[in-house]
C-alpha cells in the first residue's frame, strides 16, 4: 500500500485555521453595524449567559489574561454596554456587569447573526451540534497534550 503525501488541504490543522479566519471575515462583516469585534460580541455572549462574572472568570473562560482583556472591557464599557466594578468587600477582584444598553443589544444582534448563519449552506441543528462536540473533545485533547 502506497503512502499517502502530506499536503496542506488534507490537513486537519489547515481546515480548522481555514474555517477560523473564515469565521472572523463573518463576524467582522456582520458585527460592522453594531461597532462590535469578534471578540468583543464572544465577551457580550459569555455576560448575556452570566451576567456578573469576575474578570478572573471571562479569563478562564477565553484564555486570555487580564492584560488582554482590560482595554476590550474597556471598549466596550465606553460603548455603554457594561461597567467594570470592584465590590467594596473584595477591592482586588472586578466584576463585569451589562448595562441596560448591553442588554438590549443581544436581541438585536442575535437577529442579525440568525439571519446571517441561515444563508449558510444547508445544514441541520444535529449536524452543527455534533461538529460542535468533535470541535471540543479535539480541543479537550489538544489541551492534555500541552
Known amino acids: 500500500m502506497q503512502e499517502k503525501k502530506t499536503h496542506l488541504a488534507n490537513q486537519l490543522c489547515f481546515s480548522i485555521y481555514n474555517s477560523n479566519r473564515l469565521?472572523?471575515?463573518?463576524?467582522?462583516?456582520?458585527?460592522?453595524?453594531?461597532?462590535?469585534?469578534?471578540?468583543q460580541y464572544l465577551v457580550l455572549l459569555s455576560l448575556w449567559e452570566q451576567d456578573g462574572q469576575s474578570l478572573q472568570e471571562l479569563g478562564q473562560q477565553f484564555g486570555l489574561t487580564s492584560n488582554t482583556l482590560t482595554p476590550l472591557l474597556k471598549r466596550l464599557e465606553d460603548k455603554g454596554?457594561?461597567?467594570?466594578?470592584?465590590?467594596?468587600?473584595?477591592?482586588?477582584?472586578?466584576?463585569?456587569?451589562?448595562?441596560?444598553?448591553?442588554?438590549?443589544?443581544?436581541?438585536?444582534?442575535?437577529?442579525?447573526?440568525?439571519d446571517c448563519l441561515g444563508n449558510l449552506a444547508p445544514m441541520s441543528l444535529d449536524k452543527a451540534q455534533q461538529m460542535i462536540d468533535d470541535n471540543n473533545l479535539l480541543s479537550a485533547a489538544l489541551k492534555k497534550l500541552m
Open 81 to 114: 454596554y457594561l461597567m467594570r466594578m470592584r465590590p467594596k468587600k473584595e477591592r482586588c477582584r472586578l466584576l463585569i456587569q451589562l448595562t441596560e444598553n448591553g442588554r438590549s443589544l443581544q436581541s438585536d444582534v442575535e437577529k442579525v447573526l440568525k
Open 23 to 39: 469565521f472572523n471575515q463573518f463576524y467582522k462583516k456582520s458585527l460592522k453595524s453594531f461597532d462590535l469585534t469578534y471578540t
